[in-house]
C-alpha cells in the first residue's frame, strides 16, 4: 500500500510538471497561444480513446469518443468564445479521469499512473487559464 501511494504522489507531481511544461510550451505561440491549450484539452481527451481501441470493439470507444466531442466542443468555445471556457474545460477534464478511469468502469483500460498525472495536469492548466485568462 505504502508503494502505491508513492507511486500516487509521483505521478500527481508528474502531472503538474507536465502541466507547466505545456503552460511554458504554450507561451511561445503569442496570439495563438488559447489554440495551443485547446488543442492540448483535445489531446488529453483522444488519449483515453487509443486506451479504449487497446481493448478492441467496445462501447467503450464510443463513451470515448462522446468525451472527445464534448471536450472538443469546450476546446472550441475557448478559442472562439472566450478563455473561461477553456479554463472550464480543463477544471472538468479530471472529472472525466477520475469518475470514469480511476476506480470506475474504465479503470479496466486507462492506465492508472495516466489517470493520476491527467488529474493534476488538468487541473494545474485550467486553474492558471482562468488566473491568466485576460493575457490569453
Not at 510550451?25 to 483515453?48: D, P, Q
Not at 479503470?107 to 495536469?121: D, K, Q, R
Request: charged residues 10%.
Amino acid at each position: 500500500m505504502a508503494d502505491l501511494h508513492l507511486s500516487t504522489v509521483g505521478w500527481l507531481v508528474m502531472g503538474v510538471v507536465g502541466g507547466a511544461a505545456l503552460l511554458i510550451y504554450s507561451k511561445s505561440f503569442g496570439r495563438a497561444r488559447r489554440k495551443v491549450l485547446a488543442n492540448g484539452l483535445l489531446i488529453v481527451a483522444l488519449l483515453y480513446v487509443l486506451f479504449a481501441l487497446r481493448i478492441g470493439p467496445s462501447i467503450w470507444l464510443l463513451y470515448e469518443l462522446l468525451g472527445v466531442g464534448i471536450f472538443g466542443l469546450v476546446a472550441w468555445l475557448g478559442v472562439n468564445r472566450g478563455t473561461s471556457w477553456l479554463a472550464v474545460g480543463w477544471v472538468l477534464h479530471p472529472l472525466w479521469d477520475a469518475g470514469l478511469h480511476f476506480q470506475g468502469p474504465g479503470s479496466s483500460f486507462a492506465p492508472e499512473w495516466y489517470v493520476v498525472a491527467c488529474i493534476s495536469f488538468d487541473l494545474l492548466v485550467g486553474v492558471v487559464i482562468q488566473l491568466k485568462r485576460r493575457e490569453l
